[in-house]
Structure formats: C-alpha cells, structure tokens
C-alpha cells in the first residue's frame, strides 16, 4: 500500500529563518509527487509537480526537491504569509493520489 | 475562469440520511476526483470520475457512490450518514487521469449530528 510520511507534524519558525519540511514516500510506480499548500477551512493550493529522482522546482521562497524515497520543501527566508498547513501527495502508476498528513507551518513577525 | 466551485459550502445532516455535494471543474479540466478530508488529517481519496465513469476507487464503503455528467460536473452521494462521515469533502479537477496540474475546490463541510 501506497505511503507517505511527513515530517514534522508541526513548525515554529522566527520570520527570515529558513528550514526544511519532510516528505517520505512508499509507492508502486511512481508517477508524480505533489506539494500542496493549505489554509485553514480551504482547498490544498497547488504548488508543485515533481517527476523524477534530482528534479528541482521553485516558487518565490519555495524550493522543492525529489529523490527516490523522500521529497523536501525548503522554505527560505520565510515571512508570516507563509504560515500555512503544507502537504505532501504522490501518484501511483494507478492514478491514485495519496496525500500524507502534512506539516503545520507558524512563521512569527 | 472560476476555478473549481463546489456547493454547498456547509451542511449539516442527520445520522441515517442522504446528501448529495456537488462539483463543477476548472474549464478545460475533464477529470474530478473527490476527497474526504478528516480534521488535522490529509485528504483521503474516495473515488475519481473520467469520461464519466468511476476509474479509481480508494477504501470507502458502497455508501459513498458518484456521477458525473456530459459537461464533466460531478456528484457525491454518501447514504446512511454517519457521525464518522463528518469532514470536509475536496473536489479536484484534472485534465486526463494524470495529477499534472490538479486543482481543488474550497470544499463541503459536512457535518453529521
């Protein structure tokens, strides 16, 4: 069965001070790994599309990163806009889509 | 372009009855997937609709069945309501049965009392 792991549940950041959120995964044929941003009582916003083991991809103060098992989102210089719940969902090579539970983000002014 | 626009936004339900959610796609997106999503939990897939027919299920119950329409719309119906079934409810569009640019609705919370 398909799995993905998420780390840490939650993060505390001071605004500008830069950190790495978790993404492991366990799937059958891989055929895409998603980042998703969440706010509160909203749909997940789409952020990335990652394929392939090396493949990179950024957005304003996000950079996402995939190998073959686990994925990371860094968050540089982050600023209190950026506090939001970050999830983490893969495809399988049966079009399902698996999300992990995702990481809780506070960033303070 | 609206985005993918789900109604109603909230509804509250007794234990036993019947609710339909409702999805309407991006443009262009032919493709709906529906989600359960748990409080502090991430989305579960239910099922995805693809020229409408169901082509994915995950491990939800006969309960929970859809639709979907020419115009690629999609429904949700969940019979025999249970406390458990309480959540919000994402709908996602694609185009084609790939997750290359899947984009989500604001959600139904649905609420069981």
């Known amino acids: 069965e398909d799995q993905v792991t998420q780390s840490p549940e939650a993060l505390r950041l001071q605004e500008g001070e830069s950190s790495s959120l978790n993404c492991s995964y366990t799937?059958?044929?891989?055929?895409?790994l998603f980042w998703y941003r969440q706010d509160p009582g909203k749909g997940p916003e789409f952020l990335f599309t990652?394929?392939?083991a090396g493949e990179e991809k950024e957005k304003e103060r996000l950079k996402a990163t995939l190998t073959k098992k686990e994925s990371f989102l860094h968050i540089t210089a982050p600023k209190p806009e950026d506090s939001a719940t970050y999830l983490c969902a893969v495809q399988a090579s049966d079009y399902k889509l698996s999300f992990g539970a995702g990481t809780t983000v506070t960033v303070r002014a | 372009d609206a985005g993918v626009t789900q109604s109603p936004t909230h509804l509250i339900k007794t234990r036993g009855q019947q609710v339909t959610l409702r999805c309407s796609p991006k443009?262009?997106?032919?493709?709906v997937s529906w989600y359960q999503q748990a409080l502090g939990q991430g989305p579960q897939f239910i099922f995805q609709?693809?020229?409408?027919?169901?082509?994915q299920r995950g491990n939800f119950p006969d309960r929970f069945s859809g639709h979907q329409f020419p115009n690629y719309s999609s429904e949700l119906n969940v019979n025999a309501l249970l406390l458990g079934d309480s959540a919000l409810y994402l709908c996602?569009?694609?185009f084609g049965q790939g997750y290359t640019e899947a984009f989500f609705g604001q959600g139904t919370r649905l609420t069981v009392v």
């Open positions: 996602a569009s694609s």
């Open positions: 990652l394929y392939s």
């Open positions: 609709y693809y020229e409408e027919e169901e082509r």
């Open positions: 799937v059958s044929g891989l055929r895409g």
């Open positions: 443009s262009g997106h032919d493709t």
